[in-house]
């Protein structure tokens, strides 16, 4: 079973200031997704940032970026020039397909809640 | 862009009633999920759907649950005599092909909050 870990239940950021949310997660599976979903007052889930387990390269979008270290299993969030509407709970999470390639249930952390201060 | 619509946004039901929570996922996908978040925790798998069936399940989707898609179009999700602990945020997902041929991430629906009282 997959395990996923976020040690900050909380977290501050003064607007404009740069800000790293930690994720650590434990499979002994090889390939797999990441993610990063951002969960607004509104309570919708929202898709942050995905990275393929395959790929040593970092995704980034924008002014996010992750720093994946996968033989320590951790997936890290960087939100650069943070804004005020960056203010939400964000949950890391882990996706694992079935043999089929394409159904993979997803095991989240218990998540962040991030504050973007003016 | 195509989204994940959910209905109702807010579900209030007596202890022990039926409820039916509905989902239209995204029209070309081919996988459906439902996921649970109790109040200030985290998110829950409940189960995966494909092909008109239950392909995955999880210990929280007992016999009280049920899900079926009626008309091609809609995805429930059913509790047949409701607890107090089953008030939760219900989150419908699904996911298909990307444009490169790749199966996509879920894409989340906005949630139906269920509250049993």
């Known amino acids: 079973a997959q395990t996923v870990t976020q040690s900050q239940p909380e977290m501050s950021v003064q607007e404009a200031e740069t800000v790293t949310l930690s994720c650590t997660y434990d499979t002994s599976e090889n390939n797999y997704y990441l993610f990063w979903y951002k969960q607004p007052p509104s309570r919708q889930m929202i898709l942050v940032i995905r990275?393929?387990?395959?790929?040593?390269q970092n995704a980034t979008e924008n002014r996010f970026s992750v720093n994946f270290q996968k033989a320590a299993k951790s997936f890290s969030l960087k939100i650069s020039d943070s804004q005020l509407g960056d203010t939400a709970m964000y949950f890391c999470?882990?996706?694992?397909?079935?043999?089929?390639?394409?159904?993979?249930?997803?095991?989240f952390g218990k998540g962040t809640l991030l504050t973007v201060n003016p | 862009e195509p989204e994940v619509t959910q209905t109702p946004s807010h579900q209030v039901t007596q202890m022990g009633q039926e409820v039916i929570l509905r989902c239209v996922p995204i029209?070309?996908?081919?996988?459906f999920y439902w996921y649970r978040q109790i109040l200030g925790q985290k998110v829950e798998f409940l189960v995966s759907?494909?092909?008109?069936?239950?392909?995955?399940k999880s210990e929280i989707f007992d016999d009280q649950f049920s899900v079926e898609r009626p008309d091609g179009s809609n995805f429930t999700l059913k509790i047949r005599s409701t607890k107090l602990e089953d008030s939760a945020m219900y989150f419908c997902a699904s996911n298909g092909f990307g444009r490169r041929g790749h199966y996509t991430e879920a894409f989340f629906g906005q949630g139906t909050r269920l509250t049993v009282v």
């Open positions: 999470a882990f996706g694992l397909q079935d043999s089929g390639g394409s159904n993979y249930k997803l095991t």
């Open positions: 990275q393929e387990a395959y790929k040593q």
């Open positions: 029209s070309n996908h081919l996988y």
């Open positions: 759907f494909y092909n008109n069936e239950i392909s995955e």
